[in-house]
């Protein structure tokens, strides 16, 4: 008989896996780890998930997610052929690294291995790696500017290690973890650069000055990600978005999974798209409680990275991150501290609701005070 770990590929035993935020049920905890909108989904997008509960469960949901995709197109101005909806970004991130990059394994020579590449700036949001490791790709990790800002296309050029070859590139705009907001006039230059597929990922960009959709329908190689789960309040039923040329986007149809965004998250997003008001309301309240608590901060010492996300980075007084993440815990609140060399000295503090904010103020005044 075999061992259970013998019939498991290498590739997967040796797998680091992702690690999501922590989702504990503590009773009275302020959770600002996970950029979850503090903001309940709009009246109206309740009212339509509860209607929709009813016998039609027992049947398949639309297999393309043909209105939402319809009312993303006349939103975004382009055709429902340049979008696919996804079980999250995160279900349309990893179909772009086994649709565009290949295995490590499928190329041969040294001078192909720019296909095998999903490339990345460090720190960018951690599931790139995971993902390129799934998929057996080999991995190209570029750090940002020391202040997170993106480096030029000369400065990258210059400095050999970026890969304008590369398969597949991943930039987080808005940057995670950091909030910083990058200009579309530097993000064209980088895309236009490049020879392999860009995705923006733009998870944040509600919260942002400006956004960068308008490149993914004018250069072809450029794909668009957007999602409900942050400024939409809508983690919970995950659905997620690519906009980018119909041929692109055609490729990652052919490998999605037959029903891959679930019936009632198809009525939740479509709903949100007929409330936008409410939501556009909340980003100002969240963009106004960011500026109020990096005020606050600051003037208590920490250093609070200019954001343009629903969450801060900050570097702490007195203590090191990681034991502030254990103190903030032991007075219910909680945040997201990362091991990487260029952000472990800061932790990031998603924001919440204006009482939220409060709170976490009260926690740190009290842990300075100690
Ligand atoms: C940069 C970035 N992209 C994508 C995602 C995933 O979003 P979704 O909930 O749509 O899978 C996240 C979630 O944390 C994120 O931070």
């Known amino acids: 008989m075999k061992t259970p770990k013998s019939l498991i590929r290498p590739l997967v035993l040796d797998l680091q896996a992702y690690v999501p935020g922590e989702q504990p049920k503590i009773k009275g905890l302020i959770k600002l780890n996970t950029n979850e909108n503090p903001h309940p989904p709009s009246p109206k997008v309740l009212a ?3 209607a929709a509960v009813d016998g039609r469960l027992r049947l398949y949901p639309n297999p393309t997610a043909e209105n939402l995709r319809a009312k993303l197109a006349r939103l975004h101005r382009c055709s429902p052929d340049n979008i696919i909806a996804g079980n999250g970004s995160d279900e349309l991130l990893a179909l772009a ?26 720190p960018s949001y951690s599931l790139y790696p995971v993902l390129a490791d799934i998929h057996g790709a080999a991995k190209n990790a570029v750090t940002l500017n020391p202040d997170f800002s993106l480096p030029s296309v000369t400065a990258l050029k210059h400095g050999r290690l970026w890969n304008f070859n590369a398969a597949l590139t991943f930039i987080t705009t808005p940057n995670a973890p950091s909030g910083r907001g990058y200009k579309t006039s530097e993000l064209e230059r980088l895309c236009r650069a490049h020879r392999g597929v860009v995705v923006l990922d733009e998870a944040y960009a509600d919260f942002a ?3 960068a959709l308008k490149l993914a329908l004018k250069l072809p190689h450029v794909l668009v990600a957007r999602t409900f789960s942050k400024a939409y309040s809508l983690c919970y039923q995950r659905v997620g978005y690519f906009v980018g040329h119909a041929e692109l986007i055609a490729a990652l149809h052919k490998i999605r999974d037959s029903y891959n965004v679930n019936g009632l998250g198809q009525i939740a997003a479509e709903a949100t798209l007929n409330d936008l008001k409410y939501y556009r309301a909340n980003f100002n309240k969240i963009i106004a409680t960011r500026k109020e608590m990096s005020r606050q901060l600051t003037l208590l010492g920490f250093r609070v ?3 343009q996300t629903n969450f801060i980075l900050a570097r702490l007084p007195l203590f090191p991150a990681k034991d502030w993440l254990q ?8 945040v997201r501290w990362f091991s990487a060399p260029e952000v472990k000295d800061y932790l990031r503090i998603t924001i919440g609701t204006a009482a939220e904010a409060a ?4 926690a740190a005044r009290v842990i300075l005070s100690r």
């Open 48 to 50: 339509a998930v509860k």
């Open 209 to 211: 000055e400006e956004n």
């Open 359 to 362: 709170a976490f103020l009260k």
């Open 305 to 307: 990275l200019p954001s």
């Open 327 to 334: 103190k903030l815990r032991d007075r219910k609140v909680l």
């Open 97 to 122: 690294t086994r649709g565009f990059a290949a295995p490590k394994s499928e190329v041969r020579s040294q001078e192909s291995e720019s296909k095998a590449t999903v490339q990345y700036f460090t």
